[in-house]
Each structure stands twice: as structure tokens, then as C-alpha cells.
């Protein structure tokens, strides 16, 4: 079993530490958080876009806690780390962890420095060690089950995509804290990244970006609505998505995409099933849990870790062209 730590108690480091206890090649041995009586207070918390699942605390009832990152390297014996903080402290730990010559998952995004990732992508290289940024959507079935009806043209070529995802402004947590705030890239870089990062992955890099985007509570760019065309494919893509909405907005994601011979519909307000219509009726298939994303993705950096291979369907480089990716739709 690969012995990891999770760096940050709040929603996301308690998705990861419930999905690595859940993994039995992995074995969840530290948590660290500056604030650790608000990190025990998270396990009886639903705080987040949504509940991802629910902790029993008998079952960290042995795990170390530590108030820093520093202080659980010195102590422990590591074979990885799952950095879960807010974004502008993503650089510096993952850097601490690749210099003990640790494996290291990275909550997305990135780094917004461009120039920070790619220096974390050389170290990682350099050390022989798996980075990876946790782009959950790639590992979610009713994204997946997309992909692969775009790879395979089942129902013919793809013709024109939609991608959608919306949030109340963030208030839990973290979120309270203004610097987590400012620093957190606001809706683009943390939300709609989601969906820049998946329409890269089936699709490759765009031969053209037009954008809009409002301000918000977090940056200029808290809604944004672009528009990505394919020009060597003929396709064309709508990505939009924000968080401008009052804090009890209901989270809500989804997309819209036209085949030659079918439409076919995702929404997380129905999210068991996806629609798949033609002019002739419409049926359902099973969408699968989209929230087994966060075990799957987890479970794939485990076996990357196994076999020291970096991650070929969510490599570091393709984390940081989603970070560009978003910076060109500021232009």
C-alpha cells in the first residue's frame, strides 16, 4: 500500500481522504490543516457544491494530524501527497513534496503562474515522480460515456457542443476567508475550468476563442461565455458558466451535444440518466454515479504511482494548457 497525506481538511480534502480510505492499495496516514479543530469540525459538515459522501470518524481515529505540511514531512514516511488547499499555496507545497522525492496529486487549477507549473512539471520530471492535477470531470461515467461517443462516431461526427456550469458564490469553508478569495482565480479559473480542460481533452486545442465574460464576487471574470471553433473539424463549442449567483444557487452542470444522427443531453438536476433523441423519440441510458469521478481519478494516480508512470489521460501538461486556455479567453 502507497502511504499518503492530505494536505487541506476542508470540502475537497475530505473527498480525497473518503476515497482513499476506500482504496485498498492506498493508505491514508497524515491530514494537515492550519486550522484543525475547523478540519474535525468538516467531518459533520456537507459544506460544497454538492455531498460527495460522508466520513465516519472512527475511521481516522488513528490518522496523525498536523498543522502544517513542513511538520508532516519531517515525521512521516511518504510515498505521496494530496495537496487540497487554495490555489496560490498549490505551487509551494507541491514543491515541498517533490524535493522529499514524493508522488503528488494537485487539486485543479494548476498554478495561475504559468510559469510555476511548468516548473513543477520539470521537477516532477527531473525526480521521476507522478504529478497530477485532479481534473475530475475526465473520470466521470456521463463524461466519459460522451467521449466515447465522439471518438467512436456512433452517431456520426460531432457537429456542435455545449457545456454548462453554474454555483451560487462559494461560502463555506475556506471561501470565508478573503484571501482564499482573491486568490482563488475566481469562476474561470476555478469552475468553468472543469469544462476548458474536458472540450481539450476530446477535442483538442481550438483554432479560435471569443469570449465574454461579468464580474463578480471572487474576479472580472465570475461569468464567462465563450465560444471555441474547430476549424479543421467543423465544430463548433459553447462553454459557459459562473458563480455571480446568490450563495444558496443550486449547483448545476451538464451538456448538449449534436451528432449527425442524434442529440444527446446531460444535467446533473437529472443526474442518473443521460437523453439520447433522434427525429424519430427519445430514450434514457444510465449516466452511472458521476460522483465516483473523485475514486476513479484517485484510483488511476494510485496505479500511476504503482508503475511510476506518469498520467497519460490527465498529464500535467495538458492541466497547464487548461490554464492557458483560460487566459485566452480573457484576450
Given at each position: ?17 473518503l ?6 492499495d492506498?493508505?491514508?496516514?497524515a ?15 456537507a ?30 514516511e511518504?510515498?505521496a ?6 490555489t ?15 508522488h503528488?496529486?494537485l ?76 486568490a ?10 472543469h ?19 461579468l ?37 448545476q ?11 444527446i ?58 490554464i ?7 484576450r
Amino acid at each position: 500500500m502507497k502511504r499518503v497525506a492530505v494536505a487541506g481538511f476542508g470540502f475537497m480534502g475530505m473527498t480525497h481522504a473518503l476515497n482513499i480510505l476506500e482504496n485498498k492499495d492506498l493508505q491514508l496516514v497524515a491530514i494537515t490543516d492550519k486550522n484543525l479543530e475547523s478540519a474535525e469540525r468538516n467531518l459533520f459538515s456537507a459544506e460544497g457544491n454538492f455531498r460527495t459522501g460522508r466520513i465516519d470518524p472512527a475511521d481516522l481515529k488513528n490518522i496523525r494530524r498536523y498543522s502544517s505540511l513542513d511538520e508532516c514531512l519531517d515525521k512521516e514516511e511518504l510515498d505521496a501527497v494530496h495537496i487540497c488547499v487554495h490555489t496560490d499555496l498549490h505551487y509551494e507545497m507541491a514543491k515541498k513534496a517533490l524535493l522529499k522525492n514524493l508522488h503528488v496529486f494537485l487539486e485543479k487549477p494548476f498554478c495561475l503562474d504559468v510559469s510555476l507549473a511548468e516548473e513543477l512539471i520539470g521537477l516532477a520530471e527531473e525526480r521521476q515522480k507522478v504529478l497530477m492535477v485532479g481534473h475530475v470531470v475526465r473520470f466521470m461515467s456521463p463524461y466519459q460515456k460522451l467521449k466515447q461517443w465522439i471518438d467512436s462516431e456512433e452517431f456520426g461526427e460531432l457537429r456542435f457542443l455545449s457545456l454548462s456550469r453554474f454555483s451560487g458564490i462559494p461560502a463555506w469553508g475556506q471561501w470565508k476567508d478573503r484571501q482564499v478569495k482573491g486568490a482563488s482565480g475566481g469562476a474561470l479559473f476555478d469552475l468553468v475550468i472543469h469544462d476548458i480542460d474536458f472540450c481539450n481533452y476530446v477535442l483538442g486545442l481550438p483554432s479560435e476563442i471569443k469570449c465574454s465574460y461579468l464580474p463578480g464576487g471572487l474576479s472580472r471574470h465570475d461569468y464567462i461565455s465563450a465560444q471555441w471553433f474547430y476549424s479543421d473539424k467543423n465544430v463548433q463549442v459553447k462553454i459557459e458558466g459562473g458563480n455571480i449567483f446568490h450563495a444558496g444557487f443550486p449547483f448545476q452542470a451538464g451538456y448538449m451535444a449534436q451528432f449527425e444522427e442524434a442529440s444527446i443531453q446531460y444535467t446533473t438536476f437529472k443526474g442518473d440518466v443521460i437523453t439520447i433523441a433522434d427525429h424519430i423519440g427519445k430514450r434514457e441510458v444510465t449516466a452511472g454515479d458521476v460522483n465516483r469521478g473523485y475514486y476513479n481519478e484517485i484510483a488511476y494516480f494510485a496505479n500511476c504511482m504503482e508503475n511510476n508512470v506518469q498520467p497519460v489521460e490527465c498529464t500535467p501538461v495538458s492541466s497547464l494548457q487548461a490554464i492557458q486556455l483560460c487566459y485566452s479567453s480573457l484576450r
